[in-house]
């Protein structure tokens, strides 16, 4: 037991700076990137764009419809067939980032749907275009309502990016899997993995309820 | 001189006709008030006019623009939408503004006015409808009244050739409607060019210069508002005034 308690103590360091600097920039990166996606994606959908909005439900089937894991080992293991050779830091970004994508933009698509038409129609009345109408009035509210569903993706992100310990990728996991192997210390180490994860993932919760206080500003029936 | 002239417009929501036909003619500075029965039409039209319905036929000419209605560009809808203005039954502000950041907004982002100036105009128009104290207010932090009259204030000031008012009052609580009349009023007397749909007889009466009476997509009946009033000439006109002034 207290062997057990000094590898935990002695491992800690190492494992919070893999998570630091491989889990944390490896989930915002790729986080960001699936916004940009999920923003674009639902835009085509609810704007129902011809052809670009097929190929935007053909993604969202594709992605949704096959696991994650499978999806990386297919980008990592079974692309460079075809001469597409990319880091495993970088094919789990990308991977993440595509399949995270998929579902956030259709969260965004039901919270865009369920902004009232009559905000666009005021947006085309003062002058503004489909564009400027989306983003300085109808994005802005949707991405509110869909934010405790976008935490959630992003919370599952942060221990989704695990996956990469499967494509090589030295990240937090991985990590405890050798310094586990080493020790022989698997309850111990493993628990310490999962906690660690568990902090990530508590400040994350404590972000988003300080960050849904903010967006809900113009929900608060005071004025302040 | 007519702003805005509309000729033969027809609309239809699948098999059913809405519009069967409209001329309409606004002269720069008067107040014209579409009154008529639930179904009749007039809220299809107005929409329509400013293209948030696309309509099946007819001809626009708005100042020196002629449009065919149902082949109008993107372009030429932009270019409409920049001169005139809409106010809604149900207000639509803009749910993530402010009051000002309402009425700043088509400002800043469609005439590239600095924020500045932009918020000076801004306030300017809200005082016009005596809310530039609740200018950081938002829409849901005020009354129906109270929020209808920054809808008027955001329709302001893009200093349109043409406001449309789509029942203005008619989602107010009875209270609160006589606020945004007397708003209204004082814009007619300021020579604003106005197409307002509404239930209120009186506004209709005293206030707007010329009045239309609709009824199944048609026009039933027009003339000066004083005159239709008191000796409609069609006695369908007759009965809806008569049964509405009750």
Known sequence: MDQAIQVMIDSFPKLLAKGLLMTVPMTILS?????????????????????????????????????????????????????????????????????????????????LEAVPYGQTEAGYCVGMNFQQTM????????????????????????????????????????????????TYQF????????????????????????????LNRYNEKEAR | MAVLEVKDLHKQFGQTEILRGIDLSVNKGDVTSIIGPSGSG??????????????????????CMTLDMPAVTK???????????????????????????????????????????????????????????????????????????????????GDPDIIYFDEPTSALDPELIGEVLKVMQSLASEGLTMLVVTHEMSFARDVSAHTIFMEGGKIVEEGPSKELFAHPSKQRTEEFIRRIEK
């Open chain 1, 187 to 214: 309850l111990a180490i493993y628990v310490e993995v999962a906690l660690i994860y568990l902090l990530f993932c508590t400040v994350l919760t404590w972000l988003q309820k300080k960050l849904e206080k903010v």
């Open chain 2, 75 to 157: 372009k030429q809808i932009l270019e409409i939408h920049k001169r005139t203005a809409f106010v809604f039954q149900n207000y639509n502000l803009f749910a993530n503004k402010t009051a000002l950041q309402n009425v700043t907004q088509g400002l800043i982002t469609v005439r590239k006015m600095k924020r500045k100036d932009a918020e000076e105009v801004g306030m300017k128009m809200l005082k016009r409808v005596g809310m530039d104290d609740r200018a950081s207010y938002y829409p849901i932090q005020l009354s129906g009244g109270q929020q209808q009259r920054v809808a008027i204030a955001r329709a302001l000031a």
């Open chain 2, 42 to 63: 007039k809220t299809t039209f107005l929409r329509c006019l400013n293209f948030l319905e696309s309509a099946d036929k007819g001809t626009m000419q708005f100042d």
């Open chain 1, 135 to 182: 983003w300085h009035v109808v994005l802005p509210q949707a991405f509110k309502n869909a934010f405790p569903a976008l935490s959630n993706s992003l919370i599952s992100l942060v221990k989704d990016t695990s996956l990469a310990a499967n494509i090589t990728v030295q990240e937090m996991f991985m990590t405890g899997q050798r310094i586990a192997g080493k």
């Open chain 1, 31 to 111: 986080f960001s990137l699936s916004m940009v996606i999920a923003v674009i994606t639902s835009l085509i959908q609810y704007a129902k764009v011809p052809v670009l909005r097929q190929i935007a439900r053909f993604y969202i089937w594709l992605i949704r419809g096959t696991p994650l894991l499978v999806q990386l080992v297919i980008v990592f293991y079974g692309l460079p067939a075809l001469g597409i050779r990319v880091s495993p830091y970088w094919t789990a970004i990308i991977v993440f980032a595509i399949c995270e994508g998929a579902y956030c933009a259709e969260t965004l698509r039901g919270a």
